[in-house]
């Protein structure tokens, strides 16, 4: 019987589906462990074989998980609304459900092609009412909740009501808008509706504002940071401008200490920590006031250096800062308003990234400095952002590189913080240098000024002590079709929540996926789509995060119709034990996971402050392109001439990528190439040695490269433990490494290898019950010991290579004992479970699945050597091997090597004068 994997991989796969045979349930005694894989959105193009790089990773790791005892959860789903789906109904007319359940259909396809042990009884997609009613129901959960930060948690809004009726403003300590009123109990509750609703707004964690977004004309919506790449959407690389809208945004600034907090708790690669850290930019300053009389307002800016204050020159404001306009004089007017256009066009991205351009306009207006009382002219720069702080800076150009740059630019006052003549010295409050230019700091330490400086400012109500973070309160809006629609309508202009039990708010139909032609979002073409007949519905959708923000909790029980996961289900599966997916989710899903975790601790749905204990960021697999090289003529014109690689410097050739496809081992099938475009039919080959070679580079895996490879075409020539075995073996896991299928053949040889060891030369399943030799138990038992290790550690690629020496050594065995190949199918299962189910069942084990063995013990015993094969030399030349146990002395050894026929016949008669012996080393004999 031959090795066929396409049969044998069906058969199984057919019996797992048939027997739900990795279906979870929490009715176990077992101990739990959750593993997790980022849910991929699924596209049209499906999965190439660099997408289940870490699906791989995983299964193995849930696999041996299963087999140590484990009740093991590792699930699927999809991320299932999204951007792309939208594009295409916009350019075809087809519903986005339609193109996205085609699109799941064909991603199930190829998963199960791949054998992974997904239970998939319990997938998710974020695009199905069941599904998103949830989400829609956090939402309003977070609507109906403030942050207090006395109790440092989320409470419900009720409490933060109670708390206005008994004592009004009084007392509150909340993260909330810095526009909120002072009241007393009694005028809280002579507070219209309308008013008291306006007041909450202020405190809601999910809440309306006027916010500055990244607005895609052409794509008709707001795009996140993440979106826009050098001024352009990512996808279809349309023009986005900086425009102020009212958004829904979600306070995540509540829970930027505890989720800093939280970093040191978890075990996440250290450089997505950092990112983190960096996104949330925790900063102790100080908040500083800059009076505007004539506008009876004050400038508020936010310093981590309150101590450079007398280097103040001139105060700087985003150019959409709210008072901007009140501020710009007439005959400044044009100028800033020509500004104002001309950084819409920039995303904060580029303008944090554009250090070195320097722009601005002059307001024509001035503040006071809050301790000297002097005039601070008033500029606008696209260096500062609205969303960052307070959208203003002082700017001190002795103690601050880009306000130096500026100030050099436009010719404005450079005013020294202290005696030293080097500005970075002057911004570094270490160095020895005395402050100057004031007569109250003068002389001080930093240590000293800082909170002398703090003190004064408060007592003129211009500044106070003040903890800052970059992070900023979370977009929550989309202007799209293909979203979650928000359970809100609007009475006399303020949001209330529909009832809960109207959830879900479903989709409604439209007769296009655009903006109305009066700019409203797609929603707004639903004919009579109101709430109670009478309220308009919210008109945008949720971002793309909405519904990844929470999928884990819905996987430990999906079919609950009464909670988004029951208490029970909650209690027992905790938190995501590994969680495997790409490090370009730092700032955006993961740190969005961690705040919608918290949040729903904090109302008391579960326990875990984090939600994935351990993370693991796989690296990329890059495409290996193939080129060929079109010759030139004398014109620079491309001929039908083909050359191949040695040859090419002979030459003017132009390289041109060739679908990998049509390439084996680097050589080009010709015909193939030929009939792959009309262009290449009469093509001619310059060749050398009777082949085409083709030129190789590592690039990133695309179809404009045509370096795509389709997991399906390995799978179909090689089987899916060739592809599972070879994707791992390419590097470790972590780090990014080229596709070859120049490598795959040695993996699927050793598959067979792997097969014969259980057949005859004539195909029979031969094994044999007899006890296995040492030789043969320690081969097993070095394999058990690393892959163990190298599982626990999730290194496996040296798994795989570990296999192959271990395989290799128990064929020059002619090993067929039960008790070593037994253990061996287990401890290769992980990686390669269809050929070791095949193989378990060939042995006789009771019908079931390999999956649920148990994983051998390691017994070191067999590696500890008790025999060494000495090598025997005569004369100094080594003439055989000789097995020895090593607790023999030299007497013993020598009376044996005497006595050896082998040895009496290499010395022909001839008189031993001498025996060296050295323990565990050599024997050589003198004559």
Not at 488 to 517: A, N, Q
Request: glycine residues 6%.
């Amino acid at each position: 019987m031959e090795y066929t994997h396409q049969s044998i991989e069906q058969k199984w796969q057919k019996f797992w589906a048939d027997q739900q045979t990795y279906k979870t349930s929490e009715s176990t005694d077992k101990p739990k462990y959750y593993v997790l894989d980022m849910f991929p959105y699924p596209s049209g193009a499906g999965l190439h074989v660099g997408h289940p790089l870490g699906y791989i990773a995983s299964d193995i790791f849930a696999r041996y998980k299963r087999l140590k005892g484990f009740n093991v959860l590792h699930p699927m789903g999809y991320d299932s609304f999204g951007l792309p789906a939208e594009q295409y109904a916009i350019q075809t007319g087809q519903h986005p459900a339609i193109t996205t359940a085609a699109n799941i259909k064909r991603y199930r396809e190829q998963l199960d092609n791949i054998g992974f042990s997904f239970d998939w009884s319990r997938e998710v997609r974020t695009s199905e009412p069941e599904y998103y009613r949830w989400t829609q129901w956090i939402f309003m959960q977070l609507f109906n909740a403030w942050y207090n930060t006395d109790t440092d948690r989320a409470e419900s809004i009720d409490t933060l009501v109670a708390k206005f009726e008994e004592n009004g403003s009084a007392g509150i300590h909340a993260v909330a808008d810095d526009d909120t009123q002072e009241f007393t109990a009694a005028a809280w509750k002579n507070f219209t509706e309308a008013e008291q609703q306006r007041e909450l707004l202020k405190y809601r964690l999910a809440f309306l504002r006027e916010s500055t977004v990244n607005w895609c004309p052409a794509l008709g919506t707001v795009l996140a940071n993440d979106e826009v790449i050098n001024g352009v959407s990512e996808r279809g690389g349309f023009p986005v401008e900086q425009k102020k809208m009212m958004q829904w945004s979600m306070r995540i600034t509540a829970y930027a200490d505890r989720l800093l907090r939280g970093l040191d708790t978890i075990d996440w690669p250290e450089p997505l920590v950092e990112m983190q850290r960096n996104w949330i930019g925790k900063s102790v300053g100080a908040s500083v006031k800059f009076p505007v009389p004539q506008l009876e307002e004050n400038i508020e800016v936010f310093t981590t250096r309150v101590d450079t204050i007398f280097g103040v020159s001139f105060v700087v404001l985003a150019p959409e800062h709210e008072l901007v306009t009140a501020l710009t004089t007439a005959d400044q007017k044009a100028t800033v308003e020509a500004y104002i256009e001309k950084t819409a066009k920039k995303s904060e991205l580029d303008r944090m990234a554009d250090a070195k351009t320097v722009s601005g306009a002059f307001t024509g207006s001035y503040a006071k400095h809050p301790i000297t009382g002097e005039d601070v002219q008033i500029w606008i720069a696209d260096y500062v952002l609205a969303s960052y702080g307070t959208g203003a800076v002082m700017a001190v150009p002795s103690g601050d590189q880009r306000d130096y740059l500026f100030a050099k630019h436009f010719n404005l006052p450079i005013v020294p913080i202290s005696d030293t003549q080097n500005i970075e010295e002057q911004a570094d409050p270490n160095k020895d240098g005395k402050y100057i230019n004031s007569d109250f700091i003068n002389g001080m330490t930093y240590q000293e000024a800082v909170p002398a400086l703090i003190e004064r400012l408060e007592s003129l109500k211009l500044g106070k002590a003040k903890i800052n973070f970059r992070m900023r309160d979370a977009i929550f809006g989309r202007q799209r079709y293909w979203g979650e629609p928000v359970p809100v309508y609007f009475k006399d202009g303020l949001p209330y929540l529909i009832k809960e039990e109207e959830l879900p708010l479903l989709l409604p139909e439209v007769d296009k996926y655009l903006p109305t032609e009066t700019g409203e979002p797609p929603l707004g073409r639903a004919e009579n789509w109101k709430y109670q007949d009478q309220y308009e519905y919210e008109l945008s959708t949720m971002p793309g995060w909405a519904g990844s923000s929470w999928y884990w909790f819905r996987y430990m029980d999906p079919k609950n119709e009464g909670y988004f996961a029951s208490p029970e289900a909650v209690a027992y599966w905790k938190s995501v034990d590994l969680y495997i997916g790409g490090s370009e989710h730092a700032t955006g899903h993961l740190l969005y996971a961690r705040f919608c975790n918290k949040f729903l601790k904090d109302l008391g749905f579960h326990n875990e402050e984090e939600p994935f204990k351990k993370l693991i960021n796989q690296g990329m697999i890059q495409g290996r392109s193939n080129f060929v090289y079109r010759v030139l003529d004398n014109e620079g014109r491309g001929t039908n001439q083909f050359v191949s690689l040695g040859l090419k410097d002979q030459y003017q050739v132009n390289p041109l990528h060739v679908d990998v496809n049509i390439v084996q081992n680097d050589i080009l099938d010709l015909e193939k190439f030929k009939a792959s475009r009309p262009d290449y039919a009469d093509a001619e080959f310059i060749l050398e040695n009777g082949k085409y070679i083709c030129g190789t580079e590592v690039e990133k895996m695309s179809k404009s490269k045509f370096n795509v490879v389709n997991p399906d075409d390995i799978i179909e020539q090689y089987g899916a433990d060739t592809l599972r075995l070879y994707e791992m073996f390419l590097g470790p896991l972590e780090q990014a490494k080229p596709w070859n299928t120049n490598g795959i053949e040695g993996v699927y040889k050793f598959l067979r290898k792997v097969w014969r060891l259980f057949h005859d030369a004539e195909g029979n399943f031969h094994v044999s019950d007899e006890e296995p030799t040492k030789a043969e138990y320690k081969a097993l038992h070095k394999i058990i010991k690393k892959v163990e290790e190298d599982i626990e550690r999730f290194s496996f690629n040296t798994s795989v290579s570990a296999f192959m020496i271990c395989v290799n050594e128990l064929t020059d065995l002619k090993t067929n004992k039960r008790k070593i190949l037994q253990d061996l199918l287990v401890v290769l299962q992980p990686y390669a479970p269809h050929i070791t189910e095949e193989l378990w069942s060939q042995l006789g084990n009771p019908a079931g699945s390999i999956s649920y063995a148990t994983f051998p013990t390691f017994n070191p015993e067999y590696l500890v050597e008790s025999e060494f094969a000495y090598p025997v030399s005569i004369n100094g030349k080594m003439k055989m091997n000789l097995p020895l146990a090593l607790d023999l002395d030299q007497a013993a050894v020598e009376t044996i090597v005497k006595e050896n026929p082998e040895v009496q016949r290499l010395l022909d008669g001839k008189a031993i004068k001498k025996m060296i012996f050295v323990k565990g080393k050599i024997i050589n004999i003198v004559v």
